[in-house]
């Protein structure tokens, strides 16, 4: 194999990496601020997806119209859920909401079946198709995009979280939901901001992953790697998801060369467990201490 050709893999497994480092964001935010996981975040992401689908298509508007449409419905979408489903079992204990967003999920999959049908359809791309080659190294216009779109939203993320009163408040709520309370945080509110935040990033995902992989109702499966990705850097750590989420990528990517190419579907399941067994909080987690 040439540098030139692993190089190309390394990128292709980067891009892909970013896709799974936004998904893990997206369950990394809502957990911080809820400490319940929602496994409808894929589904999510994928009605976005149709959401900005339409847009371009029904409506004709151009793609950059059809992403705002996307975010913003899936903003609202997220809004809906948390109000009218999640809030109402706020007393239940997290097992509970975990089965109330698996159950959101196949919700989202058959509605999506009956509006747009269960076929692929082609998504179009902000990227060109033609190669960029870069000495002897050709990349594919769109893994470059997809990196440099997903770092961007990952900064304005740091930028949110660090220099924001909306991103302190989080971090509060994340940290001591009672302590935030007293101090004159509206916890409610941050949980509503969390679930649209969350919604947003994952419909960015969406729309750069769906010209990759084709539009369907079954691209919401995607959550399972963004899950394995979370619990590889160390769930609760964002820069962990990003971290998990890149090492993810390359590895799937490169798996391939090396192994039987069977063996691409089971890499995230076969890292997940080793890095379980080697290290359980994560690569950058930490193991919290708590006296019964």
Known sequence: MTAATL????????????????????????????????????????????????????????????AVVAVVGSGLLALAVERL??????????????????????????????????DEFPFPSFFADRPIALGGVRLAPVSLGIIGASLAIMTALWLLFTKTRLGRAMRAVAQNQNAARLMGISVERVYSASWVLAAAVGAVAGILVAPVVFLSSKMGIIVINGFTAAVIGGFGSMPGAVLGGMVLGVIENLAPLYLPSGIRYSVPFLLLIAILLVRPAGLLGRVQRRKV
């Open 7 to 66: 190089v190309h893999v390394v990128v292709s497994g980067l891009a892909t990496g970013s896709i799974y480092a936004l998904m893990a964001l997206a369950l990394v935010i809502i957990y911080n601020a809820t400490r319940t996981l929602n496994f409808a975040q894929g589904d999510m992401l994928m009605v976005s997806a149709f959401f900005g689908w339409t847009a371009y298509r029904t409506l004709g508007l151009p793609l950059w119209a059809a």
């Open 85 to 118: 489903v999640i809030r109402r079992a706020i007393s239940a204990t997290h097992w509970d909401v975990l089965i109330i967003t698996l159950g959101l999920s196949l919700m989202f999959r058959a509605t999506a079946g009956l509006v747009w049908t269960h």
